[in-house]
């Protein structure tokens, strides 16, 4: 009796232990950012995401595990020969993300190789129908087409290629030197276009200085002969009125006004050459006697003016003398 309790107590620890496997077998742990294809006898059958799932034990059996995060895959360099036959090493970087885990695992062998080939391939045909200057003028424009054509074809696959980018593009030693000739006379083409248009606008402005230092003088200049015609045209005005008033006073038999006009004239005339600024002597004429004449017009003005006493006072005595002795 105790060897048949013996012998039921290793097959009810057996069959505990059978049972705790196979509920082990059944629970399934999958970490974020993997999903896990579930496979029954040897046949995909579902796919577990991120958490705890539970299959068949003993007929299901986890397939592949796969990363859906976004992967980074570098593209390493190689020569690419552009449309004008000019070779150029090129290199990049891929960006992706697997979306269906099953076709990941089932529809390529290899998928980081099928997709690195699947992007130097491409990057080959895209840069290659293109010409250098634009290759080197237009990345965005080669990135674009590449993720078109690269996420295309990894569609079947259950990959979406989020980014390509190219990192370098690197011309051969002898086209590096002819484009940095190329840059320096282009840069120097540009320094003399912007030297003469410097100039050339100095120029400008310094002909429209001119021209409105001329405009200005030329209005002083007008301005300055109105101011002289209006000058002379009132002291023409003026004379013209004192020659009326001693016209009139001669027609009224008032001969004072013309001797006063007269030695005023005189006089002004001899002020005139005392002020003359090329003549330091002048010699007076000998004939006295008219001086002395005009002098005695202009005492017989005063005369009229102010009365016949301070006339006489005012006529120096060798006039009077000169007179009486007349």
């Known amino acids: ?50 958490g705890l799932g539970l ?16 992967q980074v895959l570098d593209v390493p360099s190689q020569e ?36 690195l080939n699947l992007l130097m391939t ?15 003028s237009h990345r965005d424009a080669i990135n674009t087409r590449l993720l078109a054509v690269v996420d295309a074809a990894a569609g079947p696959w259950g990959i979406k290629i989020n980014r390509v980018e190219i990192k370098d593009i690197v011309p051969p030693k002898n086209m590096i030197d002819s484009m940095a000739r190329q840059m320096m006379a282009e840069r120097e083409k540009r320094a ?30 007008r301005e300055a002969a109105f101011r002289d015609a209006e000058a002379r045209e009132r002291q023409a005005q003026a004379e013209a009125a004192a020659t009326g008033m001693v016209s009139e006073a001669i027609a009224k038999g008032d001969i ?33 006697a008219g001086l002395a004449g005009t002098v005695g017009g202009i005492a017989e003005l005063a005369r009229s003016a102010l009365g016949d006493g301070a006339a006489r006072g005012s006529v120096p005595t060798t006039a009077r003398r000169r007179s009486d002795g007349e």
Request: charged letters at 20%; proline letters at 2%.
């Open 1 to 50: 009796m105790t060897l048949e309790f013996s012998a039921f107590g290793i097959f009810a620890v057996v069959l505990v232990v059978f049972v705790i496997v196979t509920i082990l077998m059944g629970v399934r742990q999958v970490p974020q950012g993997y999903a896990l294809t579930i496979e029954r006898f040897g046949r995909y059958h579902k796919t577990l995401t991120a």
């Open 55 to 70: 299959i068949v034990p003993w007929i299901d059996s986890v397939g592949r595990r796969v990363n859906v995060m976004e």
């Open 80 to 115: 690419v020969i552009t449309r004008d036959n000019a070779s150029v090493t090129v290199d990049g970087v891929a960006f992706f993300q697997v979306l269906d885990a099953a076709r990941a695992s089932y529809e390529v062998s290899d998928l980081d190789r099928a997709l």
């Open 122 to 136: 491409n990057i080959r045909t895209v840069m290659g129908s293109m010409d250098l200057d634009e290759l080197l």
């Open 192 to 221: 003399a276009v912007l030297e003469a248009e410097g100039q050339r606008q100095a120029e400008i402005l310094r002909a429209e200085g001119r021209k409105q230092a001329l405009v200005l003088d030329a209005e002083g200049r």
């Open 256 to 288: 004072a006004a013309l001797n006063y006009f007269v030695a005023e004239k005189y006089v002004g005339a001899l002020d005139a050459f005392a002020h003359a600024s090329n003549q330091k002597v002048f010699i007076m004429p000998m004939d006295m």
